[in-house]
T-cell receptor, first 109, second 114 residues
Framework: GQNIDQPTEMTATEGAIVQINCTYQTSGFNGLFWYQQHAGEAPTFLSYNVLDGLEEKGRFSSFLSRSKGYSYLLLKELQMKDSASYLCAVADSNYQLIWGAGTKLIIKP | NAGVTQTPKFRVLKTGQSMTLLCAQDMNHEYMYWYRQDPGMGLRLIHYSVGEGTTAKGEVPDGYNVSRLKKQNFLLGLESAAPSQTSVYFC?????????????FGEGSRLTVL
């Protein structure tokens, strides 16, 4: 079967760094996505990894290891507005996205 | 730039009533999707379309029907609503070519079935 696992909830402090992990088992792999979703809003695209390694985009970085079926999203210099759910999704052999349940990130002052 | 627009944004139905959710995109995307999102669960695919005039079942299609008569529109219908269909519904689209799989989402439609 296909499965995406990520922690349900994480808490971090404003200004700190947090790493959100995602492990996956899918039929085929055409890339891994991270989306951000604020409460009551639609998911918005954060990052896309198809090759192993680290992709950096401002305060956010995403890492992929295809051999381990593993990715993480790294958020630096946390701000209160980063409080949101972070969704991990994998594009399968047909480019259909398989979604994790999301990680709710709570930022405390 | 409108992107992906869903109507209505909120709706309350009684059990057994019918309704249609409309999704419109102005990006000339080939692929369109309807998802539902429930607490503690990932986005679940209801139906999708790979082009005008085509539709296909996703992970949770029972109780829903769809149509894609025009490329820009994708309609989701509930013929006889049930309380289990209380959810937030998201429409999404993607280009098809070139394609990484990235989805563009509408704002969501919150449906309550009493």
């Amino acid at each position: 079967g296909q499965n995406i696992d990520q922690p349900t909830e994480m808490t971090a402090t404003e200004g700190a760094i947090v790493q959100i992990n995602c492990t996956y088992q899918t039929s085929g792999f055409n890339g891994l996505f991270w989306y951000q979703q604020h409460a009551g809003e639609a998911p918005t695209f954060l990052s896309y990894n198809v090759l192993d390694g680290l992709e950096e985009k401002g305060r956010f970085s995403s890492f992929l290891s295809r051999s381990k079926g593993y990715s993480y999203l790294l958020l630096k210099e946390l701000q209160m507005k980063d409080s949101a759910s972070y969704l991990c999704a994998v594009a399968d052999s047909n480019y259909q996205l398989i979604w994790g349940a999301g990680t709710k990130l709570i930022i405390k002052p | 730039n409108a992107g992906v627009t869903q109507t209505p944004k909120f709706r309350v139905l009684k059990t057994g009533q019918s309704m249609t959710l409309l999704c419109a995109q102005d990006m000339n995307h080939e692929y369109m999707y309807w998802y539902r999102q429930d607490p503690g669960m990932g986005l679940r695919l209801i139906h999708y379309s790979v082009g005008e005039g085509t539709t296909a079942k996703g992970e949770v299609p029972d109780g829903y029907n769809v149509s894609r008569l025009k490329k820009q529109n994708f309609l989701l219908g509930l013929e006889s609503a049930a309380p289990s269909q209380t959810s937030v519904y998201f429409c999404a689209s993607r280009p098809g070519t070139p394609d990484t799989g990235e989805l563009f989402f509408g704002e969501g439609s919150r449906l309550t079935v009493l």
